[in-house]
C-alpha cells in the first residue's frame, strides 16, 4: 500500500470544480490531499492519470476512482484490443478488455 498525491484534487483537498462550494472537500481524498494505492501500480491510462472522466468532464474517472492510479497483478502487456489508451475505440467509454487499464496481463 502507497500513499500517493490525490489526482482528483490535486493534493489540495477540495473540490476542484467548486461544485458544491470553494469550501467543500474533495470527494476522492475527504480533504486530505493524499490516497492511498495497492501497489504495485500503474498511471490510470483512461483518464491519463488525471483522476477526472475523460472529455472535459467534472466527474470522478470511474476506472481510477479518482486516484490516477490503479492496482495491476503480475506481468503485463499493452491491451491488444484499446492499443494501451485504456478507451474503446469509437465509443469514448473504458475499454472492455482491460476495463480501462491500458493494459492486460500477460499469457
Known amino acids: 500500500m502507497s500513499v500517493i498525491k490525490c489526482a482528483f484534487c490535486k493534493g489540495i483537498g477540495k473540490d476542484p470544480f467548486d461544485l458544491l462550494s470553494e ?9 486530505k490531499g493524499k490516497v492511498e494505492v495497492v501497489e504495485p ?6 483518464c491519463k ?8 468532464s ?3 474517472c ?8 490503479v492496482t ?9 484490443k484499446c492499443k494501451g489508451t485504456g478507451t474503446a475505440i469509437g465509443s ?3 475499454c472492455i478488455k ?3 487499464k491500458g493494459v492486460v496481463s500477460k499469457k
Do not use: S, W
Open 58 to 60: 467534472r466527474i470522478t
Open 41 to 46: 501500480a500503474i498511471k490510470c491510462a483512461f
Open 92 to 94: 469514448g467509454l473504458p
Open 23 to 31: 469550501l467543500a472537500t474533495c470527494q476522492v481524498c475527504g480533504g
Open 62 to 69: 470511474t476506472v481510477c476512482n479518482g486516484k490516477g492510479m
Open 98 to 100: 482491460c476495463r480501462g
Open 72 to 80: 495491476v497483478k503480475g506481468a503485463t502487456e499493452e491491451c491488444p
Open 49 to 56: 492519470a488525471t483522476g477526472v472522466y475523460p472529455q472535459g
